[in-house]
């Protein structure tokens, strides 16, 4: 129930950060002398100051605070949660892509059917959606409420429950779609290569589609990186569609 400390020795210092790890919270302890030295050896994070701090208490830190500001560790506490949730954002997208293609693959082999995507689509696929759409998650602009977020367990993974069944739904529901569309087009006597290209544009727009879903609710400042990197992907996407030289390379045929 104690808030405050005052006067307090060395040994004192290190047995409250031993405490307080036991209870469970993760630890950061700022100081200068040589008696925090202890106690910032023990705690998870330790900070020492740059400026005032003695060379014992640096040696001992994981961090050294130049400017001596602890505005500066709130800043540092918002940039790690932003590029924690960036990395989140971009293995999400990721998994739940790349799940999709190779699941309407295996589905089609499956049920004996013609392979709807061919090896230099699957190719173009991954450059056009892994890159520009990804790098732009993965550099996503900071959510002003980020601080108010209760802290994350650190033992807790990236790939918590609720993000595993996101993966899965959006992986395989876009597989089924694309399968069916693929059988529809075939069944209505439509060639192999017409089929192909149709399923071939609409993974790649539903990828597009997918990006902006797995940015979900950041609806506070637009990544313009994000679309950007998705109208170029869609520009791209039109120039080899149509493009009697790109149609012959990527096997495809209205």
Do not use: C
């Not at 950060?17 to 469970?24: A, E, P």
């Not at 954002?89 to 293609?101: H, M, P, R």
């Amino acid at each position: 129930k104690t808030r405050i400390f005052a006067r307090t020795k060395p040994e004192d210092k290190l047995r409250l950060v031993t405490l307080f790890k036991k209870l469970g919270y993760v630890v950061g302890v700022t100081g200068d002398g040589v008696n925090d030295a202890l106690a910032l050896k023990r705690a998870d994070v330790g900070i020492a100051m740059g400026q005032k701090g003695t060379d014992v208490a640096k040696e001992a830190s994981d961090i050294i605070l130049t400017d001596d500001n602890f505005s500066t560790l709130v800043k540092a506490i918002e940039e790690g949660r932003t590029i924690y949730n960036n990395i989140v954002k971009a293995v999400t997208y990721l998994l739940s892509g790349n799940l999709s293609e190779i699941s309407l693959v295996f589905f089609a082999a499956l049920l004996g059917m013609p392979n709807p995507l061919l090896p230099t689509q699957i190719l173009w696929i991954n450059l056009v959606t892994d890159g520009m759409p990804a790098l732009a998650l993965a550099s996503d602009n900071k959510d002003p409420n980020i601080l108010r977020h209760k802290p994350r367990n650190p033992n807790a993974p990236i790939l918590s429950n609720h993000r595993l069944i996101f993966i899965l739904t959006v992986g395989f529901s876009l597989s089924l779609f694309l399968l069916f569309i693929f059988k529809t087009l075939l069944d209505a006597n439509y060639s192999e290569a017409f089929a192909r290209t149709i399923v071939f544009n609409v993974l790649i727009l539903s990828h597009m589609m997918v990006a902006f879903i797995v940015r979900g609710g950041s609806i506070f400042k637009m990544n313009k990186f994000l679309v950007i990197g998705v109208l170029i992907t869609l520009l791209l996407q039109a120039i080899i569609t149509t493009t009697p030289f790109f149609q012959t390379i990527f096997h495809l045929g209205f």
